[in-house]
Nanobody, 121 residues
Framework: QVQLVESGGGLVQPGGSLRLSCAAS????????MGWYRRAPEKQRELVAT???????NYADSVKGRFTISRDNAKSTVNLQMISLKPEDTAVYYC???????????????WGQGTQVTVSS
């Protein structure tokens, strides 16, 4: 069994900062790319940022320069540092990881349960 557990969401004023964390645990053989996605009310889920196992990153244009994704391979964690938050960043944020579970041979997509980020005054 593989689990992704997120933490760090909450309510913040415009211009504020938040840090999201996600930890993978369970029967994991290998972790590939990890990332964060979000779904705002009445919108489709969208990519926020991804990071490969070697550290290459990719960001949505809307968050470039404000969000920073990082990971700790030894701890199987991925983080998202968010600054200069805007009301339009309000969404449920989901952690994603491509994982080969023990006994498997291909990468499988795993998702966290989601954490709410609300940017409002």
């Amino acid at each position: 069994q593989v689990q992704l557990v997120e933490s760090g969401g909450g309510l913040v004023q415009p211009g504020g900062s938040l840090r999201l964390s996600c930890a993978a645990s369970g029967s994991i053989l290998r972790i590939g790319a990890m990332g964060w996605y979000r779904r705002a009310p009445e919108k489709q889920r969208e990519l926020v940022a991804t990071i490969t196992s070697s550290g290459a990153t990719n960001y949505a244009d809307s968050v470039k320069g404000r969000f920073t994704i990082s990971r700790d391979n030894a701890k199987s964690t991925v983080n998202l540092q968010m600054i200069s938050l805007k009301p339009e960043d309000t969404a449920v944020y989901y952690c994603n990881a491509k994982i080969v579970p023990y006994g498997g041979s291909i990468y499988v997509d795993y998702w966290g349960q989601g954490t709410q980020v609300t940017v409002s005054s």
